[in-house]
């Protein structure tokens, strides 16, 4: 998604009977419930929510396979917004086999402008480009894309239409569903989604649960917002679970120090910064 329309990590995220087994409970639109917002809205909404100027904050990654065993990521991340552009920089921090490993994003306001992502691999001292065609990738064995990292709590209008489905609940937050459709094809096969559906809490305006089915149709993910609270006077998720249905492999993200007032430095954002690190 381009910024603004205007996007605080991480984030954000994607039948009766599968409702029924994700417990996103869901209820028809009826003739009274017309008058609510359509897809766009609730879009723009999502997309113009206050998440400050800037923001620094802990991130640990806990990765675990189908059999149970787990593997763990402790990192520092750093977000800052610019008139026409979002910066976001990750830091591993540990475990020493991948410290120093960065990844940097530039996310344009402008939708004909192509975004720019790179990545540090120290064990070959190189910054790698990540390309358009690159961003459905799964981001250093999570899974999150690329791309869902870039867009944090935010929604891609940029690459989705989407439409107002019905209302939903998740853990008592009272929501509107909308669902997401790639614009083309190709964007379907960039980021490796068919379709999307969200559960958004219509009072902050934040995805609380979100289904992703891949290209052939299937259900690929779950992603699950959890412990929404206000920092420093902005609404912030702290947990973030992702469940993947076709390996049964999943991912969860917990923030911690979450800080929207100190200062973060404009050489933060450079490629220069993830090869020297933190």
Known sequence: MKYPRLLSCWVGILSTPFFALTGLAQE????????????GQVAAHINSRDEGEAVSRKLSIVMRDKRGKTRKRETMSYRKYYAGEKRTVIFYLAPKNIRDTAFLTYDYNTPEREDDQWLYLPALRKVRRISAADRGDYFLGTDMTYEDIKLETRVSTADFNFKTVGNCDVDGHPGLHIEGTPKTQAIARELGYSKSLSCVDRQIWMVRQSQFWDIKGALLKTVTIANIDQIQGIWTQQNIN?????????????????DYQSPVPDTMFTTNAIKRGL
């Open 242 to 258: 992702v469940e993947n249905h076709k390996t049964g492999h999943s991912t969860s993200l917990s923030f911690a120090e979450v």
């Open 28 to 39: 028809p639109l009826s003739n009274a419930q017309a008058t609510l917002p359509t897809g």
